[in-house]
């Protein structure tokens, strides 16, 4: 079964300290991963995947088959960054079937 | 353009009522989910549309739920007999079609959602 596990439910920073969210995941065939993200009064939105091997809003995610992660980072949180993370499960068949995790907030603080 | 709608934003309806939630995609957008997102979870798969087609109902959580999408376009999501855990954001979100979502891009635009809560 797929399964997507985000353990923190709130990640409290300061402005310019390094962000690491964390997510692991369970799925035997070959993984799609995702992040999404709700800013505040904003609907759901995709930041970044990990086909695309992009740094967005200077996130970066990189996919450990190996330890079964897909941990998004950025070197230095700003303000802005503040708002609900979600990493996400795509499986080979196709990606209507997201696997969402529960969400992790980040809260940066000036 | 708009993006997905998603009408009404909240509905408080009583316990044994009957519920419609309507999502109108972003156009040209073939495919269209629906997910259910109660509180401090991540959003939960119901149902996928390729078209008018129902390609994949295995979230629907039992038979008091059901969804149409019949000119593959606007979709409603029709819940019987409602029941207190029922209560929980709808979200609706579309995408070009299933195989744009290993181009590039992979992104599902999502609504925001309708709040539905069950006295």
């Known amino acids: 079964a797929q399964r997507v596990t985000q353990p923190e439910k709130l990640l409290s920073v300061f402005k310019g300290a390094p962000v690491e969210l964390k997510c692991n995941y369970s799925y035997s065939g070959s993984p799609e991963l995702f992040w999404y993200v709700q800013y505040s009064r904003q609907r759901l939105q995709l930041l970044l995947r990990h086909i695309s091997r992009e740094s967005i809003k200077g996130f970066t995610a990189d996919l450990n088959k190996g330890e079964t992660s897909f941990h998004l980072k950025k070197p230095f949180a700003q303000e802005e960054d503040s708002a609900m993370y979600y990493c996400?499960?795509?499986?080979?068949?196709?990606?209507?079937?997201?696997?969402f995790g529960t969400g992790t907030r980040l809260l940066v603080s000036p | 353009g708009a993006g997905v709608s998603q009408t009404p934003s909240n509905k408080v309806t009583e316990k044994g009522k009957y519920v419609e939630l309507r999502c109108d995609p972003i156009s040209g957008h073939t495919a269209l989910y629906w997910y259910r997102q109660s509180l401090g979870q991540g959003p939960e798969f119901l149902i996928y549309?390729?078209?008018?087609?129902?390609?994949?109902d295995s979230g629907l959580p039992n038979d008091r739920f059901f969804a149409v999408r019949p000119e593959g376009s606007v979709s409603t999501l029709k819940i019987q007999r409602t029941e207190r855990g029922d209560s929980a954001v709808y979200l609706c979100?579309?995408?070009?079609?299933?195989?744009?979502?290993?181009?590039?891009?992979?992104?599902?635009?999502f609504g925001e959602g309708s709040r539905l809560t069950v006295l």
């Open positions: 549309f390729q078209g008018t087609g129902a390609a994949d």
């Open positions: 979100a579309s995408s070009l079609t299933q195989s744009s979502l290993r181009s590039n891009t992979g992104e599902l635009f």
């Open positions: 996400a499960l795509g499986g080979n068949t196709g990606f209507q079937k997201l696997v």
